[in-house]
């Protein structure tokens, strides 16, 4: 590798040593000085539009934008004279003119990037006329995505993320000039077009364009009615990112303390969707060998490579884009719509209680989880069997709202029966941790031996490569697996929908060399999910995606097929995974959808 | 100051030479050679920001990569300007030969002319003569390039030359960041030559004539003569062929109707001239000259005193808010903030102090927007306010 050339430029007076093609931005953060952003971000390409970040170069006649401008040899930048200061009030004071400025109505207030700004240069709402367009309807047909473009400052960090991290491109700029703005094919509500509700827009938008669908109060009112019996279960990947909204440090685990805020705020049950996890990979465990038994041993033509269905993002997107594969989609229905079958049939058996009562919810880091609770079909258990799922953000909005110091708490445990979980459960937060899990009890199952990786950690699945694969052997089959004797179990994962259509378009080509595949909608898997804090970017990826493995390590059952509920709801109640109650309960079908 | 008197040039529609001939001889000498003759000739581009032609080869020349492209930017569309349409529609040999020069020069095998969309009735015009192109070229000089048309979809912005090629590119037309420019990064990321059809032209009558003659007309920093869209309150409305480096007075004389109270130099994009700085004023690019140089792509708009140059500027700004592409916040939410406010001052909701905060507004705009367009809407705006102050809150 050639070492990159060296520019010479001095900013703000500093001399600085740069590697050709860094921008001004990027000696700015190497210097530790804070030029303003907007349209940027880390994790998208360089749109330069916004123009905050603009900076004064000697010697020429327009501002540059840092974000966008090449170093060039002997530079010399200023980041903040009078001329550059009254550039960024003025853009400011144009986007706030533009702007539903009724910043106490709004979701976003206080983890907006533009309200900061706004506030940073003291902007004055009076400047300039107000050019926000009247009669703006808010789009809520959507389960998932709220769409308010009176909040929108069209930096197309949404467009550019539905692009280029998900090409799905369900959000596009349309129109030019004062009728510019984002919106999709042919201006159709949110709910008809291809838009997979991954919630990656969401967690890019600097302000409150685009928000979740919130379904809190829904939850406020359940738990104030003494005829219900309101439970939730929340997602492993909540309990890592939920903190970094409530005070504490990116990576911080807050298991115990979520635990009591959910009691302290009247939950009936706390839960952990964990547990379904576990019985996820029971059943999709048993369909992988299933499958590979009828392909193997039958000669059956059988759809391989198997893919993952756990994440409702990735469902859609399948759905939409590739509907001619959907038999290799597992017929596993995700955790949480496990979780919420099993809460209306077993647990109100367990627990004495009328279905008709229960009020189950789900908290998950995720956006097209509230899709997926309302999809026709999830109502296996005679009623609908998710009754709301919250995101990160709604569970810290209600746990502000109830008044508790989440500093303060105690740690609790998760109450029971469908609260006992195990790190295979745990690590479906990370990418690669369906993978992981399903091996750790594949493997055994086939066996009757640990997965031989060192501590049952398969690290080459794990990380933020765009798409990971991993090959293993498989020996010393029990008899009634001897047709897998020798075979080398190739799998593969990917994270983010542009790397699920390279994963899909090896499968449409006849050249996927894998058995089995986990895809995950969100980058980072659902750690980075849609319905996660804001910000995230790859750093706060990684420190959470540490925080699940940390997790992990330190549960004393690390295998889903071992956690003593789930032999006991297989003994009590589904006799056998893939039976015939986990077929009319646990298993789904799939939808063939538009393309635009 | 030096100027030129008011002199008719005839080069771009002299039927006195053949094209094949040109090339014939210019084709004889060195890329170099050419290039050189087109550097010392100091052809500035006529599409109105006037960027030295030669330079711009020699960038695209000096490009490591070895696929190339030149285009002809046909995407004529600011207001008051129509000489493009007559180039292709009399000239348009003219017009391929000077990109046949640009493409040896470069090393490009393949061209497009990007056509304005308002100008597809000329298309069986331009395939036709095309053929009869590509037959002596290939056939007669044994020189590999080929010409298509692309055509445009009506944006004013897709004459920037980033945004034309995102059009081409099937993308929607907004312009780039630039750096890197289009002659390193331009079409599919191959150095790309983008030149306006009249600078095309001139480069034929460069290399025929010589660097040396070339300069002979015109004056320091404009050289050669201009074609110009003369329009509005003129007896002699049309195109004309003039040396470049007039006096401002002496173009009023020769073309206004008596009662001139302003010219729009440039078009919408360009400045606003009132009759007191005709005397003052030469056409032709900003250089070392003393006074007022304006450039100009060739729309000379002449308004007479029965005009309301709050109008004026109102369908201006009318046409900005309009052909924004709307990406960057400057040039989108500016050109509404304009408009709007000299509406308001005109109607009394605003004092005619805020017209002060409209002019630093402008400034802001040319300071940060992306491109020529948000950049030059302050040319119009601040010359017309600045010399018509009255006119626009009473």
């Known amino acids: 590798m050639s070492k990159k050339a060296m520019i010479n430029i001095t900013i703000d007076g500093v001399k600085l040593s740069m590697p050709e093609g860094s921008t001004i931005l990027d000696a700015a953060k190497k210097e530790n000085i804070r030029i303003p952003t907007l349209c940027y971000h880390e994790d998208l390409c360089v749109a330069g539009n916004c123009r905050i970040c603009v900076v004064e170069v000697d010697g020429w006649h327009t501002l540059a934008p840092s974000c966008s401008t090449p170093l060039m040899e002997g530079m010399v930048i200023h980041t903040t004279t009078p001329k550059v200061r009254k550039a960024r009030k003025d853009i400011i004071a144009l986007l706030v003119s533009e702007h539903d400025t009724q910043c106490t109505t709004c979701y976003r207030s206080t983890n907006c990037e533009f309200q900061a700004l706004a506030a940073e240069y003291n902007v004055d709402n009076a400047v300039y006329l107000s050019v926000l367009k009247p009669n703006i309807e808010l789009d809520r047909s959507s389960w998932s995505v709220e769409k308010d473009e009176s909040k929108c400052v069209r930096c197309q960090r949404c467009v550019r993320t539905c692009a280029e991290l998900q090409k799905v491109n369900a959000l596009a700029v349309t129109r030019k000039g004062r009728h510019m703005k984002i919106s999709t094919f042919m201006d159709l509500p949110m709910n008809e077009v291809v838009c997979t509700n991954c919630g990656q827009c969401i967690i890019h938008c600097p302000t409150g364009a685009l928000t979740e669908r919130r379904y809190f109060d829904h939850i406020w009112d359940a738990i104030g009615n003494p005829e219900k019996h309101v439970i939730i279960n929340t997602a492993p990947s909540v309990r890592v990112a939920l903190g970094e909204v409530l005070g504490f440090p990116v990576g911080t685990r807050v298991t115990g303390k979520m635990v009591t805020a959910l009691k302290k705020i009247g939950f009936h049950s706390v839960l952990d969707t964990d547990f379904a996890a576990d019985l996820t990979i029971v059943e999709e465990g048993h369909e992988l060998l299933q499958r590979l038994k009828r392909a193997i041993v039958d000669k059956e033509d059988v759809a391989l490579p198997m893919i993952t269905s756990c994440s409702p993002g990735w469902v859609k997107f399948i759905e939409h884009m590739y509907p001619e594969y959907l038999q290799h989609l597992s017929t596993c229905k995700s955790p949480q719509q496990m979780f919420g079958a099993m809460a209306k049939t077993y647990y109100a058996g367990k627990m004495g209680l009328d279905p008709k009562n229960i009020v189950s919810v789900a908290g998950m880091p995720c956006a097209a989880k509230k899709f997926e609770a309302n999809r026709p079909e999830m109502k296996s258990s005679g009623f609908q069997d998710v009754d709301a799922g919250l995101t990160t953000r709604e569970i810290a909005m209600m746990i502000k709202q109830a008044g508790i110091n989440f500093l303060e708490l105690d740690d609790s445990k998760f109450d029971s029966i469908m609260g006992a979980s195990t790190g295979a459960g745990v690590i479906f937060g990370a990418t690669g941790g369906v993978m992981e899990a399903a091996l750790r009890t594949v493997y055994e199952v086939v066996t009757g031996k640990d997965v031989p990786f060192k501590n049952l950690n398969i690290l080459p699945v794990r990380g933020l490569e765009s798409i990971k694969e991993a090959t293993i052997k498989i020996e010393g089959c029990k008899p009634e697996y001897s047709f897998l004797e020798g075979v080398e179990l190739k799998v593969a994962i990917a994270h983010g929908l542009l790397n699920a259509r390279i994963i899909m378009d090896q499968i449409v080509a006849g050249k996927s060399p894998y058995h089995f595949i986990e895809v995950m909608a969100c980058p980072g898997g659902c750690i980075g999910g849609g319905g996660q804090p804001i910000p995230t970017n790859n750093e706060i990826r990684q420190k959470r995606i540490n925080a699940i493995y940390a997790e992990d390590e330190g549960m004393p059952i690390r295998k889903s097929h071992e956690n003593p509920e789930i032999k006991q709801i297989y003994k009590d109640f589904l006799k056998e995974p893939l039976g015939l109650k986990s077929h009319h309960l646990l298993h789904t079908k799939y939808t063939k959808r538009n393309r635009y | ?394």
């Open chain 2, 1 to 394: 100051m030096e100027t030129k008197k008011i002199k008719r040039v005839d080069f771009i529609f002299s039927q006195d030479f053949k094209v094949s001939e040109v090339l014939f001889n210019t084709f004889k000498k060195t890329r170099d050679e050419i290039l050189q003759e087109i550097i010392d000739s100091d052809l500035k581009g006529r599409g109105g920001a006037g960027f030295p032609t030669g330079l711009k080869w020699k960038a695209a020349k000096e490009d490591k990569i070895t696929e190339k492209y030149i285009i002809c930017n046909a995407d004529e569309g600011e207001p008051g300007t129509f000489k493009d349409r007559a180039i292709l529609e009399e000239a348009s040999q003219k017009v391929f030969g000077g990109m046949a020069i640009c493409a040896k020069v470069i090393g490009a095998k393949k061209g497009w002319i990007y056509l304005r969309g308002e100008y597809k009735f000329l298309i069986p015009h331009l395939r036709k003569e095309m053929a009869i192109f590509h037959d002596m070229l290939h056939n007669e000089l044994g020189f590999d390039f080929t010409i298509d048309i692309f055509t445009g979809s009506g944006a004013y912005v897709c004459g920037e030359e980033t945004a034309l090629l995102q059009s081409m590119e099937g993308k929607r037309g907004e312009p780039r960041n630039k750096p890197p420019y289009p002659t390193n990064i331009g079409l599919y990321n191959k150095p790309t030559v983008v030149n306006n059809v009249e600078t095309l032209v001139l480069s034929m009558m460069v290399v025929k004539i010589g660097a040396e003659e070339f300069k002979k007309l015109g004056i320091q920093d404009a050289r050669g003569g201009k074609l110009f869209s003369v329009s509005g309150d003129t007896p002699k409305s049309g195109i004309h062929e003039l040396e470049f480096g007039m006096l401002l007075s002496d173009f009023v004389e020769e073309f206004g109707d008596g009662d001139t109270k302003a010219v729009q130099v440039g078009g919408a994009s360009g400045f606003c001239v009132p009759r007191k700085k005709f005397d003052t004023t030469t056409i032709g690019y900003k250089g070392k000259l003393k006074g007022t140089s304006l450039p100009t792509g060739g729309s000379m708009m002449l308004f007479n005193s029965s005009r309301s140059m709050y109008n004026v500027l109102h369908n201006y700004l009318e046409f900005f808010a309009e052909e924004s592409c709307g990406q960057c916040t400057p040039c989108r939410v500016g050109t509404q903030q304009l408009l709007k406010g000299i509406e308001a001052i005109k109607k009394g909701e605003k004092s005619h102090e805020y017209l002060e905060a409209l002019l630093s507004l402008s400034e802001t705009m040319k300071l940060t927007s992306k491109c020529g367009l948000g950049q030059s809407v302050a040319n119009s705006f601040s010359s017309i306010v600045e010399n018509f102050r009255e006119e626009m809150i009473y």
